[in-house]
């Protein structure tokens, strides 16, 4: 699959080699006292846990970043359906760079294929509704880009990358502001000075905040935390006049009811804090 525009080749090197630093450091002593320098082996990405798949464009960038002459086989792309014994893919060539990037490919691998598996669940039972899943900013630090890619890779739409590209005007930002309407005014003003294109979303914690956003004429309002007949007044009031986002306490069970409710997105933090790790293991080929 085309790979989400925040995955740049700048943004992997960065990434990809400040985790070869942190676990290579002065050299991996194991590998290099153990395995001659010369010694050219195969190794196999094994399925223990049936799951979506994901990492593995990833993983191939990993190998050819640390050794540009290993070669990657695969034969299970990102986003496919995976199952106990499958193999993912096969890498050849240094035994010790092989040695040296399996655990970084392992730990990208299952951290990713679990979200995309939870996504995938989560987003199945969005089928039939024109409301889209999104993730959230509760990600991990240093490893947002892995995370957010895995969330599209699993069938999700990845919210803002970070506060950079959207301004979200959450409950905080309100009560020091004072009020929906002014906070949104200094918004626009900021956007058009700074000639930034950047849309305004607002968090809304009840009808009357909504009204108020509506009135203010934002891009998306966000329905924090209201019941599912709330969430309906809310989208039937906004009326298509924007977008709009259900968020919070959102559970699987909940999902589909609130699609019903016709809001554009529905917002999920549990799709990266809470995704389980997939058991993926990279074994020799004897």
């Not at 890498?91 to 979200?115: D, F, H, P, Y």
């Not at 309100?174 to 949104?184: E, K, M």
């Not at 977008?243 to 529905?266: L, N, P």
């Amino acid at each position: 699959m085309k790979k989400p525009s925040y995955v740049t080749d700048k943004a992997l090197k960065t990434f990809i080699n400040n985790a070869l630093e942190e676990d290579i450091q002065d050299g991996d002593h194991s590998t290099l006292s153990t395995i001659p320098k010369e010694l050219e082996q195969s190794a196999k990405l094994l399925v223990k846990h049936d799951c979506i798949l994901a990492g593995v464009e990833l993983a191939e960038i990993i190998f050819k970043t640390f050794d540009k002459n290993l070669k990657v086989e695969t034969f299970i792309k990102d986003g496919e359906a995976a199952k106990v014994g499958d193999i993912a893919f096969i890498v050849t060539g240094s035994a010790r760079s092989i040695l040296s990037t399996e655990r970084l490919v392992l730990n990208c691998m299952q951290r990713m294929s679990g979200i995309a598996t939870l996504t995938h669940e989560w987003d199945s039972r969005l089928v039939g509704t024109k409301t889209k899943l999104l993730d959230t900013r509760k990600t991990t630090p240093n490893f947002r880009i892995c995370e957010k890619w895995a969330v599209a890779i699993g069938g999700g739409t990845n919210h803002r990358y970070g506060l950079y590209d959207m301004i979200m005007l959450k409950d905080n930002h309100i009560d020091y502001n004072g009020s929906i309407t002014n906070a949104v005014k200094m918004a626009k003003e900021y956007v058009k000075k700074t000639k930034k294109k950047l849309k305004i979303e607002v968090e809304t914690r009840n009808l009357e905040e909504v009204q108020e956003a509506i009135n203010a004429k934002v891009d998306r309002i966000m329905l924090d935390n209201m019941d599912v007949k709330t969430m309906k007044q809310a989208v039937k009031m906004i009326n298509g006049s924007c977008e709009s986002e259900a968020s919070g306490g959102i559970t699987r069970d909940m999902i589909k009811e609130i699609a019903t409710t016709g809001v554009t997105y529905i917002s999920v933090g549990a799709l990266t804090h809470s995704a389980e790790n997939i058991d993926l293991s990279l074994k020799a080929v004897k």
